[in-house]
Every structure is written in structure tokens, then in C-alpha cells.
């Protein structure tokens, strides 16, 4: 290896101050006139729910709901919900993906430990399920 030599004044480049350094040479990033135009966010806003509680779903409020639905019993629909997150938990747990076409497609982007992070993509219109279940007028 060849040993390293030092500079001397005549090699260094001079420093010089930033602006005399842009004003020399055009500049690296266009105008902002020049670049697309971003879409406008939106804020989505937290539905407060009829006990007060913003964006907070619990267990009786998900049993209630369901039993309103379908008209079950809530013993009934308790055990169903419970069964469901359960099972839910369990396939997310082993890494299983969910698509659950009501909900959207969920899945575990993240594991440490005890906690999970999850991606859910929710579906933004009607989409056809593929072959139907009956044929029309088959199903009365």
C-alpha cells in the first residue's frame, strides 16, 4: 500500500459559505409548483359511543350488538362471541392469515413476545364472492 500523503493548501477545495454554494450550481430539488400534487388527507373522527366511551368496543357491547342482530338469546350469543375470538386468536397466534369478507383480510404483520401487531385491509366496495349459493328463485 502506498503510505498516505497530506494536503496542502493548494490541494484542498476552499470552503465557502452555503449560499455561495447554490448560487453557483442549479438546484438539486425542482420547485414545489413543479411536483404532483399530493391528495388531501382526511381525518377520520372517533364515533362516541351512547356510554361516552370513544372508540372503545368490550365484550358486552360486541354481545349485545350481535344479539340485536340476530335475535339470539345473549347466553347464547355470549358463548358463539367467545368461541369466535377464541378461535380467531388462535389462528392469529399461529400465524395464519384471516379473511373474513364482512371484516376484510387480517394478518399478523409483527410478533414479539406476548404482543402482536396486526394489518388489516378492509375491502372499500362490493366485490362478487364467486359462484353463488342457489341459483335465483332455487332458495324460496
Do not use: F, W, Y
Not at 382526511?42 to 358486552?60: H, M, N, P
Amino acid at each position: 500500500m502506498a503510505p498516505r500523503t497530506s494536503k496542502t493548501p493548494e490541494m484542498k477545495p476552499a470552503k465557502s459559505s452555503a449560499k455561495a454554494r447554490s448560487a453557483g450550481k442549479p438546484a438539486a430539488n425542482p420547485p414545489a409548483a413543479a411536483k404532483p400534487a399530493k391528495p388531501a388527507l382526511t381525518v377520520a373522527e372517533k364515533a362516541a359511543s351512547a356510554d361516552g366511551k370513544v372508540g372503545i368496543l368490550r365484550l358486552k357491547n360486541l354481545v349485545d350488538r350481535a344479539a340485536a342482530a340476530t335475535g339470539g338469546k345473549k347466553p347464547q350469543v355470549k358463548k358463539t362471541v367467545e368461541a369466535t375470538l377464541a378461535a380467531m386468536a388462535s389462528a392469529l397466534a399461529s400465524g395464519h392469515t384471516l379473511v373474513l369478507p364482512p371484516l376484510g383480510k387480517l394478518r399478523v404483520a409483527k410478533s414479539t413476545g406476548g404482543a402482536m401487531t396486526l394489518k388489516l385491509r378492509v375491502p372499500t366496495g362490493k366485490v362478487p364472492a364467486g359462484k353463488p349459493l342457489a341459483d335465483d328463485g332455487e332458495d324460496e
